[in-house]
């Protein structure tokens, strides 16, 4: 929230920005002058759009207004949630999928990968080898039907398809009444000659037995290397994801009736937004974080900021991404409830750490420790009505005074104080024989160190150091901790927007509408460089091919195609390592050129493209090695289409004084650092000025978070909107 309520003003809506959790539903209103307001309620289960409807009226509400009134003019509506996901991590989804394979590989689905069992795991999980298990399977066994054939890794067919084991197959499934058919066959994403075979048979024993279900072929979903990812990931899509796309077209609808014009879009993993008529809705699966990311990138570029650690402190997680000289690393293999798949999603790393992480006393080593479980929504027992009974961090900030009992959500959840207290002495302080403030302080520092750690060794991995950095803290619990998981950090600069708590949102809004494709292509190029004429070929059919597909989802939404803008782009390995990057190339077209001297077809675009993936390696891996000399590897030919959508502006206001005004001063309250009390100042965050300077102790709160500034640190609130923290 940036202005107290004013009914004079139109607040006529450009963007809204949706970001539905499992708990809580976020809005991000902007208006035609770029102020903004931040709303919140709670998600409705099955009817996102009640929820959604609620929090969008949460945030109109601070400016005494409604909907309808100031919908009209919406040229952005873009839409994060986790429904998707979670319906996967509870197994719930629709398990009524049949599966044709190779024959022998009917069990793949079942037994993954090695690395499946062990990717989601600490390291102390991975050392001691203690808890790893293969995930649960989506579809049963009875559903997978084999069927005799093979391609080649090269794309070459070894063993013709058998037919009459199609045939047979197809017919099983039909009997079992299963809602589609998922083919996924080996090497189909080097030729899916096959693949194209079983789907003309299922089709025709369809139409002879007047049935009718959707054929779904991997080498059309996801035609890319690994053939357990790629699996994974056409099962998951009609497992969770397409059971989604009622409830999405209904928030569409639901809106449309309110007088909204823009078209829902929805955030990807790969930081773009796609239509909820999209042919393939996987890529939304994971869109919460990224939209954190997302909007990191936006601050990063309207401020100049080369590089950039965005950090996100949920109430289970800590999550972490960085931005190299404008550059947001994607990674290929990822992990959803357990299994790995092979879609692109912006890279972030994430740890058990959050506000609602429970805290132990261990008896055996008699120290604290906290997690993996965490309280979520619950809160804490601060929270008398959530049931909870094991102390969490929230307890802790509460006793310390960093929290207010009477403002948390504005006041919507009381917190009692006495409560946690009484817990916090009976479970940790007791064991410990020590003052329970000073426990708490512990159990504080405790987390705050593991998420200091993951910071650091995120960015010394790469070569750098935090001086090399700037650091944007956001999410509900960022601005309670970022002085202390910064500490001791030597950040070029640490920014809190004032609006941290609906940042994921708001990254929404700042996304592309775009649809991404990627095919592996597995192009070598040696270091003489003697077939880059050949790979100039290779790669413009490619990205051709990639152009049309993407063209065609645009058409199916509605929107004009030639609107659109084709970002050619290659994931490059130098040849022999095992990690790609992602280079953009200047042209979709590659020429070739025949070298008389050399006899044989050269490109100087392909030399171009080396090149700049020479200095992009270089510039993130400064301390590493280049190796041309090794050759080049390109893995993945990737397409981006973009069609331009307004983007949001950051709010500017005229900077006052650097005191602040006695409006918005919430007098005194005694807070506990270094083991002793201090009277810390209390401010309420949305009546701060541009310009104000808060010295610490001090605590600036605002319905949804609170930024806490200890002793010997200040804050600046500049002209958009966002704190600027330093240590005296």
Same mark, same amino acid.
């Given at each position: 929230?940036?202005?107290?309520?004013?009914? #004079?003003?139109?607040?006529?809506?450009?963007?809204?920005?949706?970001?539905?959790?499992?708990?809580?539903?976020?809005?991000?209103?902007? #208006?035609?002058?770029?102020?903004?307001?931040?709303?919140?309620?709670?998600?409705?289960?099955?009817?996102?759009?009640?929820?959604?409807?609620?929090?969008?009226?949460?945030?109109?509400?601070?400016?005494?207004?409604?909907?309808?009134?100031? &919908?009209?003019?919406?040229?952005?509506?873009?839409?994060?949630?986790?429904?998707?996901?979670?319906?996967?991590?509870?197994?719930? !989804?629709?398990?009524?999928?049949? =599966?044709?394979?190779?024959?022998?590989?009917?069990?793949?689905?079942? %037994?993954?990968?090695?690395?499946?069992?062990?990717?989601?795991?600490?390291?102390? &999980?991975?050392?001691?080898?203690?808890? $790893?298990?293969?995930? +649960?399977? %989506?579809?049963?066994?009875?559903?997978?039907?084999?069927?005799? !054939?093979?391609?080649?890794?090269?794309?070459? @067919?070894?063993?013709?398809?058998?037919?009459? #084991?199609? @045939?047979? /197959?197809?017919?099983?499934?039909?009997?079992?009444?299963?809602?589609?058919?998922?083919?996924?066959?080996?090497?189909?994403?080097?030729?899916?000659?096959?693949?194209?075979? =079983?789907?003309?048979? /299922?089709?025709?024993?369809?139409?002879?037995?007047?049935?009718?279900?959707?054929?779904? %072929?991997?080498?059309?979903?996801?035609?890319?290397?690994?053939?357990? +990812?790629?699996?994974?990931?056409?099962?998951?899509? *009609?497992?969770?994801?397409?059971?989604?796309?009622?409830?999405?077209?209904?928030?569409?609808?639901?809106?449309?009736?309110?007088? =909204?014009?823009? +078209?829902?879009?929805?955030?990807?993993?790969?930081?773009?937004?796609?239509?909820?008529?999209?042919?393939?809705?996987?890529?939304?699966?994971?869109? !919460?974080?990224?939209?954190?990311?997302?909007?990191?990138?936006?601050?990063?570029?309207?401020?100049?900021?080369?590089?950039?650690?965005?950090?996100?402190?949920?109430?289970?997680?800590?999550?972490?991404?960085?931005?190299?000289? $404008?550059?947001?690393?994607?990674?290929?293999?990822?992990?959803?409830?357990?299994?790995?798949?092979?879609?692109?999603?912006?890279?972030?790393?994430?740890?058990?750490?959050?506000? !609602?992480?429970?805290?132990?006393?261990?008896?055996?080593?008699?120290?604290?420790?906290?997690?993996?479980?965490?309280?979520?929504?619950?809160?804490?027992?601060?929270? @008398?009505?959530?049931?909870?009974?094991?102390?969490?961090?929230?307890?802790?900030?509460?006793?310390? &005074?960093?929290?207010?009992?009477?403002?948390?959500?504005?006041?919507?959840?009381?917190?009692?104080?006495?409560?946690?207290?009484?817990?916090?002495?009976?479970?940790?302080?007791?064991?410990?024989?020590?003052?329970?403030?000073?426990?708490?302080?512990?159990?504080?520092?405790?987390?705050?160190?593991?998420?200091?750690?993951? %910071?650091?060794?995120?960015?010394?991995?790469?070569?750098?150091?935090?001086?090399?950095?700037?650091?944007?803290?956001?999410?509900?619990?960022?601005?309670?901790?970022?002085?202390?998981?910064?500490?001791?950090?030597?950040?070029?600069?640490?920014?809190?927007?004032?609006?941290?708590?609906?940042?994921?949102?708001?990254?929404? /809004?700042?996304?592309?509408?775009?649809?991404?494709?990627?095919?592996?292509?597995?192009?070598?190029?040696?270091?003489?460089?003697?077939?880059?004429?050949?790979?100039?070929?290779?790669?413009?059919?490619?990205?051709?091919?990639?152009?049309?597909?993407?063209?065609?989802?645009?058409?199916?939404?509605?929107?004009?195609?030639?609107?659109?803008?084709?970002?050619?782009?290659?994931?490059? *390995?130098?040849?022999?390592?095992?990690?790609?990057?992602?280079?953009?190339?200047?042209?979709?077209?590659?020429?070739?050129?025949?070298?008389?001297?050399?006899?044989?077809?050269?490109?100087?675009?392909?030399?171009?493209?080396?090149?700049?993936? #020479?200095?992009?390696?270089?510039?993130?891996?400064?301390?590493?090695?280049?190796?041309? @000399?090794?050759?080049?590897?390109?893995?993945?030919?990737?397409?981006? &289409?973009?069609?331009?959508? +307004?983007?949001?502006?950051?709010?500017?206001?005229?900077?006052?004084?650097?005191?602040?005004?006695?409006?918005?001063?919430?007098?005194?309250?005694?807070?506990?650092?270094?083991?002793?009390?201090?009277?810390?100042?209390?401010?309420?965050?949305?009546?701060?000025?541009?310009?104000?300077? =808060?010295?610490?102790?001090?605590?600036?709160?605002?319905?949804?978070?609170?930024?806490?500034?200890?002793?010997?640190?200040?804050?600046?609130?500049?002209?958009?909107?966002?704190?600027?923290?330093?240590?005296?």
């Amino acid at each position: 929230m940036t202005e107290s309520v004013n009914e #004079d003003k139109a607040h006529l809506l450009k963007v809204i920005a949706l970001d539905t959790g499992g708990t809580m539903t976020d809005s991000f209103i902007i #208006d035609e002058n770029g102020s903004f307001s931040v709303g919140k309620a709670l998600t409705t289960g099955n009817e996102e759009s009640i929820g959604i409807l609620n929090s969008i009226e949460d945030s109109l509400n601070q400016w005494g207004k409604l909907l309808e009134d100031t &919908g009209v003019g919406v040229e952005a509506l873009v839409y994060s949630g986790t429904a998707m996901l979670n319906r996967l991590l509870e197994r719930e !989804g629709n398990d009524n999928i049949g =599966v044709i394979v190779n024959a022998g590989f009917e069990d793949l689905h079942r %037994l993954g990968r090695a690395l499946q069992c062990w990717i989601g795991l600490d390291y102390a &999980g991975r050392l001691h080898v203690r808890e $790893h298990e293969h995930p +649960p399977t %989506l579809i049963p066994r009875n559903n997978f039907k084999g069927v005799r !054939g093979r391609i080649n890794f090269w794309g070459d @067919e070894l063993i013709p398809l058998y037919e009459r #084991d199609v @045939e047979k /197959a197809v017919d099983e499934l039909l009997e079992m009444n299963v809602d589609c058919i998922c083919v996924c066959l080996l090497c189909s994403y080097m030729n899916s000659m096959h693949e194209m075979e =079983v789907e003309r048979i /299922a089709k025709q024993i369809m139409k002879e037995k007047g049935k009718e279900i959707p054929v779904i %072929l991997s080498s059309d979903h996801n035609p890319v290397r690994g053939e357990t +990812p790629r699996l994974n990931a056409l099962l998951i899509e *009609q497992y969770a994801a397409e059971p989604s796309r009622k409830q999405l077209k209904a928030i569409a609808e639901k809106l449309k009736e309110k007088g =909204v014009p823009a +078209p829902l879009r929805i955030l990807t993993s790969y930081g773009g937004t796609m239509s909820p008529y999209s042919k393939s809705l996987i890529p939304t699966m994971v869109s !919460g974080p990224i939209g954190g990311m997302i909007g990191s990138k936006f601050i990063a570029e309207k401020y100049g900021i080369k590089n950039l650690v965005s950090s996100d402190v949920g109430g289970t997680s800590f999550d972490v991404g960085l931005t190299m000289e $404008h550059y947001v690393p994607t990674k290929w293999e990822s992990s959803l409830g357990g299994f790995i798949l092979n879609i692109p999603m912006i890279a972030l790393d994430s740890i058990g750490a959050g506000t !609602g992480m429970y805290v132990r006393y261990n008896d055996v080593s008699g120290r604290l420790e906290f997690g993996p479980e965490s309280a979520g929504y619950l809160i804490g027992v601060c929270n @008398e009505q959530s049931g909870v009974e094991q102390v969490t961090m929230t307890d802790c900030s509460l006793i310390l &005074g960093y929290l207010n009992p009477d403002y948390f959500l504005g006041g919507k959840v009381p917190l009692n104080k006495k409560r946690a207290l009484s817990y916090i002495e009976d479970q940790l302080a007791t064991p410990f024989k020590t003052d329970p403030y000073e426990t708490a302080r512990g159990a504080l520092d405790l987390i705050e160190i593991n998420m200091k750690n993951h %910071l650091n060794g995120m960015i010394q991995g790469l070569g750098f150091r935090p001086e090399n950095y700037t650091l944007l803290s956001f999410g509900g619990g960022g601005p309670l901790h970022v002085a202390g998981y910064s500490k001791g950090l030597s950040f070029q600069n640490i920014m809190i927007p004032e609006w941290a708590a609906a940042f994921s949102a708001y990254g929404c /809004a700042c996304a592309d509408h775009s649809y991404r494709h990627e095919i592996s292509v597995d192009l070598v190029i040696d270091p003489d460089r003697t077939m880059s004429g050949f790979v100039a070929s290779m790669l413009s059919s490619t990205w051709n091919d990639l152009k049309t597909r993407i063209k065609e989802e645009f058409e199916k939404e509605g929107r004009n195609p030639e609107e659109m803008k084709f970002k050619p782009s290659l994931k490059l *390995q130098y040849f022999g390592m095992l990690k790609d990057l992602e280079v953009e190339s200047h042209t979709d077209v590659l020429n070739a050129e025949y070298s008389a001297e050399l006899d044989r077809f050269d490109s100087p675009d392909v030399d171009i493209i080396l090149k700049r993936y #020479d200095d992009l390696f270089e510039k993130i891996f400064r301390r590493g090695t280049k190796s041309p @000399e090794l050759g080049y590897h390109v893995t993945k030919a990737v397409g981006t &289409g973009v069609v331009p959508v +307004p983007k949001p502006i950051l709010p500017e206001y005229e900077l006052s004084s650097e005191r602040p005004n006695d409006i918005s001063s919430k007098g005194t309250r005694e807070t506990y650092w270094d083991g002793k009390w201090h009277e810390s100042s209390i401010w309420e965050m949305r009546l701060l000025n541009s310009g104000n300077i =808060v010295n610490g102790p001090a605590v600036i709160e605002a319905p949804a978070t609170t930024l806490v500034v200890p002793p010997n640190y200040r804050v600046k609130l500049d002209k958009h909107r966002i704190f600027h923290m330093e240590g005296k």
